[in-house]
């Protein structure tokens, strides 16, 4: 292939095809393909190249600290989980199409953020755009922007995405207005987009945080509503168990 070939083929956005052109027209000889199935050959990789690009872009805006896989998740250390009915919402998505949520709850060190990221990556690995996100750092976020007047900008970035997971809900101590702002996030989100959850307290305690009893009864009704939820309580601690995608 000669450099102008090369660049126009870059131009195009072609990456694959400019760097197995060479590669493309050997094995096209050798196999004896006809024009329209190596045509048909070079659309399918140059879309998957695409595809995988996608997808991995998707993973980074995704911001989790971990891409745990659900097919490293020790359950056998956990015969109290019910399996099969977390992989059969993995494998479906069905509260992905019906808007529904998924709250873990459970002592820290139990599994529930690896099991919620590896549903946020799957999803991803299916099409799907999520966010990872800290309670704590979202509510710090959704503070700062009374200051700054940007609360709908704020309300808007987290509302686009298809699926949201909000980790360790419970560690800090929020402000009514902070409270008013993660319900009315809750409230658009509702019925609308799925959301992940984990939390290390009940939600009978989830007072002791929010200290403000009619919007938590609210909140905790919205986030319930039509959704699936795994006690973990009673499971053990795991140490060094879960491994991430490589």
Not at 8 to 28: F, N, T, V, Y
Not at 179 to 206: A, C, D, I, P, Y
Not at 218 to 246: Q, W, Y
């Amino acid at each position: 292939m000669n450099d102008d070939l090369k660049e126009k083929l870059r131009a195009l956005r072609l990456p694959r095809l400019a760097d197995h052109w060479d590669d493309d027209l050997k094995e096209a000889a050798r196999q004896r393909m006809s024009h329209a199935t190596l045509l048909t050959h070079v659309v399918q990789e140059e879309y998957r190249l695409k595809c995988d690009r996608a997808r991995q872009q998707r993973l980074r805006r995704a911001r989790l600290p971990e891409p745990w896989t659900i097919e490293t998740f020790p359950f056998e250390r956990q015969p109290k989980l019910n399996r099969k009915a977390i992989l059969a919402l993995y494998d479906t998505l069905d509260f992905l199409a019906k808007a529904q949520n998924i709250v873990w709850l459970g002592r820290t060190g139990c599994g529930k953020t690896g099991l919620a990221s590896s549903f946020l990556v799957g999803a991803i690995h299916r099409g799907a755009t999520g966010r990872y996100v800290l309670f704590a750092d979202l509510v710090a976020e959704l503070y700062r922007s009374v200051a700054l007047h940007t609360q709908e900008q704020v309300l808007k970035k987290y509302l686009r995405w298809d699926l949201l997971l909000i980790d360790e809900i419970g560690y800090v101590e929020v402000e009514p207005v902070q409270v008013g702002l993660f319900f009315t996030l809750m409230q658009k989100r509702h019925r609308k987009k799925s959301t992940l959850l984990t939390s290390n307290l009940g939600f009978s305690e989830w007072g002791s945080f929010l200290k403000n009893d009619h919007l938590t009864a609210a909140l905790i009704d919205r986030l319930t509503e039509a959704s699936h939820l795994f006690n973990m309580k009673e499971c053990v601690t795991l140490r060094g168990k879960l491994s991430a995608d490589p």
